[in-house]
């Protein structure tokens, strides 16, 4: 059974005797986490990378970055509901408070999609199937072990994000408890398709080369493995939570603010979670659809989130032991409205035309970068009797920290995972535009 007192403590990778004792004690070591992940390259630029519609033409639909703030919004409110609980519950935990465990959480949601490429899910979708699909990413799988082929074919963002927050070059270098709290399935790709027996295993949180850092990072905070996975840290379920209840109602409100879904059909699929709390009277008060819209969201988030708090104090016991692998909103009393509203999105959002048209265009964008980029490196370390002009100056684009000299035919591995980070880590718009200088269909300044 998982005690929170190890669970809860701070602790880094790579910590120095001289960063134990931090000068600046306003601020805890969780919000530092926070801090770190707001003001780095790979946070920022989610500014333009798809949450629904990729390349939105208005300046009111959400992006990845937006979304990641409400998510950690709401983390901080269901953090710090149970950490109240915990801290009264618990007398081990009486030198923190509530405001540090909302922070671990608020830190965690921050990042949950950090790790995500262009054009949001059909993004993971294109780089795994290069992999498995293309000729010049079938090429590698020789030069590969089988764990580290999974990983090319299952790429997955919240693995991804894991490795930002960690890897050596650029990881931001956060507290184990906020590196938990955010691994949603703390499992590698290769054992992805043979055991899904838990729902918190149904995809993966890291790759193969950073299974021994979440072996560390469970070590230390006391996280048990089982079977080919650990358990879930106990706030990796808030997380999930305030990720679940942002997607749902904000992509609703988006999806009505564009005319997918009428508003009188939004307002009452509002109106079914709140229930005695809504008043039709009081919503005629506003007079633009803007602002219905504004009010019950709120209102029916906060509902959501009191909701989702109490059945986690309820079930804290099953969720330390590890006998509770379900999402908080699947046992909420509004599980059922929400179902609604999920099925309502996937028929009139997700599946939209819009949405679809632009998905399939990231497709193209994404295989047509990794192919270029894929072949140039093949050729220079595996075929050098091909390696060609075109190449080089295909190469000559990677980004100034892709140092070429740091990498041989011996290892590639690190090759691939280094052109996934460039590729995965640039914008919506970035890819585009330079997809369409690659391919010849745009000359700079033409």
């Avoid at 333009?48 to 919004?73: I, N």
């Avoid at 679940?244 to 999806?255: F, H, R, V």
């Avoid at 990794?370 to 072949?375: H, W």
Wanted: a negative charge.
């Amino acid at each position: 059974m998982m005690k929170w007192e190890q669970l809860l403590r701070p602790g880094r990778f790579e910590l120095k005797e001289s960063q134990s004792s931090p000068t600046d004690k306003s601020r805890s070591e969780f919000d530092r986490d926070y801090d770190r992940i707001i003001f780095s390259a790979p946070f920022r630029n989610l500014q333009d990378k798809t949450q629904v519609f990729p390349l939105p033409e208005h300046d009111f639909v959400h992006t990845r970055l937006t979304h990641s703030l409400e998510v950690s919004s709401v983390g901080r409110s269901l953090g710090k509901i149970v950490g109240e609980h915990l801290i009264h519950k618990y007398e081990e935990l009486s030198d923190l408070s509530s405001t540090e465990i909302g922070a671990i959480v608020a830190a965690a949601a921050l990042a949950h999609d950090i790790g995500n490429p262009p054009f949001g899910h059909a993004g993971e979708e294109a780089i795994s199937d290069f992999f498995k699909f293309h000729a010049y990413g079938r090429v590698w799988k020789n030069h590969l072990s089988v764990d580290a082929w999974e990983d090319m074919v299952n790429f997955e963002g919240n693995a991804q994000g894991f490795r930002m927050l960690t890897a050596k070059n650029h990881g931001l270098k956060i507290n184990f408890a906020t590196l938990a709290a955010f691994t949603k399935y703390p499992r590698p790709s290769l054992f992805v398709d043979k055991d899904k027996s838990r729902r918190s295993q149904k995809k993966f949180g890291f790759f193969s080369d950073q299974s021994e850092h979440y072996t560390l990072l469970a070590d230390q905070l006391g996280i048990p493995s089982d079977k080919n996975a650990y358990l879930r840290h106990p706030l990796a379920f808030l997380v999930e939570a305030a990720d679940d209840i942002c997607y749902n109602i904000i992509d609703l409100e988006d999806g009505c603010t564009l005319g997918l879904v009428n508003l009188e059909e939004s307002i009452q699929l509002m109106a079914n979670i709140l229930k005695d709390k809504f008043s039709a009277e009081k919503l005629q008060n506003y007079k633009y659809p803007s602002q219905k819209l504004a009010i019950l969201r709120a209102l029916t988030i906060g509902k959501l989130i009191e909701e989702a708090a109490e059945v986690f104090i309820e079930r804290e016991h099953e969720i330390l032991t590890g006998d509770f692998d379900k999402a908080l909103t699947d046992c909420i009393p509004s599980s059922g409205a929400l179902a609604v509203i999920q099925k309502l999105s996937v028929e009139k959002i997700y599946r939209s035309k819009p949405v679809l048209e632009k998905e399939a265009a990231g497709f193209q964008v994404l295989e047509g970068l990794l192919e270029v980029f894929s072949k140039a490196l093949y050729h220079k370390y595996y075929q050098p009797e091909l390696y060609s002009g075109q190449d080089k100056s295909i190469l000559r684009l990677l980004p100034e920290d892709f140092d070429l000299e740091e990498y041989d035919g011996e290892n590639a591995y690190a090759l691939l995972r280094a052109l996934i980070d460039f590729i995965s880590g640039i914008t919506d718009k970035y890819a585009l535009s330079l997809y369409r200088k690659v391919k010849g269909i745009a000359l700079p300044g033409a």
